[in-house]
């Protein structure tokens, strides 16, 4: 007996998860055009144009969750999370976890870079399989 064919399926899951997946990209997102100063100060000072980066930063994330949430082009939007999320997570996240001094902060940077790499996971598997049967 196939188990994982008796699993019950239903469109209204993959609309939650949608939504669950890209609130925390749109909130991100948003929140790069009103508290540029606050991203800036995440990123290293060597690293030059950082308020450019952190306006980029959120028109992907907005761009990559727009499409993963309404189905046009998920995958691509897939692609743009990942592409945004894995110089993110090491740089800021990997970064700040092995050079702070403070324990806590330091075992706070670990369960954000954790955090980065279990989405950038699931990113990777929109890329490859959409976010619905239609689109698979």
């Known amino acids: ?3 994982e064919a008796s699993l019950p399926r239903h469109s209204s899951i993959l ?3 949608r939504l669950m997946f890209t609130f925390i990209f749109f909130t991100s997102g948003v929140t790069h055009f009103t508290d540029v100063s606050g991203y800036v100060s995440l990123m ?3 690293i030059p144009f950082r308020e450019f980066w952190v306006a980029i930063s959120g028109v992907v994330e907005l761009a ?3 499409m ?4 046009k082009n998920p995958r691509l939007g897939g692609w743009l999370i990942f592409i945004f999320l894995v110089p993110v997570t090491i740089v ?3 970064v700040l ?4 001094t403070d324990p806590q902060m330091q075992g706070i940077q670990l369960s954000f870079f954790l955090k980065g790499v279990a989405m950038a996971g699931g990113a ?4 490859q399989l959409g976010v619905s049967e239609e689109a698979s």
């Open 64 to 66: 990559g969750a727009a």
């Open 92 to 94: 800021v996240h990997g």
């Open 1 to 3: 007996m196939n188990i």
């Open 124 to 127: 990777l598997l929109i890329t």
């Open 68 to 71: 993963i949430l309404l189905n």
């Open 97 to 100: 976890m092995v050079t702070a």
């Open 44 to 46: 290293h000072e060597s």
């Open 15 to 17: 609309v939650i998860a």
